[in-house]
């Protein structure tokens, strides 16, 4: 890549498309699963942003993919679901996903987590249960509690990031780590004392 190559002329088009395009991948993957009778969350980013822009929508930052919430043993209908979407079905680097036909990128795709079950084997609490979500204006969204669960057990720069956001936002306070195991609990207390990081 050449830094110092001029700007490209449609700059703010090329933004825009990037923020559409995660938009648009979102969308017609809920709406495919929901064709199939697939149970299915919103979580991560997207899951972020939504309960975010329901305070403020200054404050919602871009992902770059889409983060889904399936039961193991639905992954077989989303397979069929998806594929009838444009999606193609990879498994890789350990992570069950969805990328678009027919030159989408693995990093740009629908990420799956399985309920009931932890992401790493360290985890100190697996994903939430599928009962654990509520529907949105256009999707099934994962629910604020077991959002705020799922970032701390993550734990990365990126989840502490939007947990700040939340915080800043009302949308956690003081009273929320009591609702946690204590690690995860000591680490929204650690969040809490320096919300600015």
Do not use: C
């Amino acid at each position: 890549m050449n830094l110092s190559a001029p700007w490209p002329a449609d700059i703010l088009e090329r933004m825009g498309r990037a923020v559409e395009k995660v938009q648009e991948r979102l969308l017609r993957a809920a709406r495919a699963l929901e064709g199939g009778s697939v149970p299915y969350a919103i979580i991560g980013g997207n899951a972020v942003a939504a309960w975010v822009a329901k305070v403020d929508e200054g404050s919602v930052r871009n992902t770059r993919d889409v983060d889904i919430l399936i039961r193991r043993a639905d992954l077989d209908g989303a397979k069929i679901a998806m594929d009838g979407a444009g999606f193609e079905y990879a498994f890789t680097y350990g992570v069950h996903l969805f990328y678009e036909r027919p030159d989408g990128k693995p990093s740009e795709g629908v990420h799956l987590l399985f309920a009931g079950e932890k992401v790493k084997p360290t985890d100190p609490v697996p994903a939430p249960d599928m009962s654990e979500s509520e529907r949105g204006a256009a999707f099934q969204v994962i629910a604020l509690d077991a959002l705020i669960r799922m970032k701390l057990v993550a734990n990365r720069d990126k989840d502490r990031t939007h947990l700040r956001d939340m915080i800043a936002l009302g949308l956690i306070d003081a009273t929320w780590p009591e609702r946690f195991p204590e690690v995860l609990a000591d680490r929204l207390r650690q969040i809490l004392a320096n919300p600015d990081g």
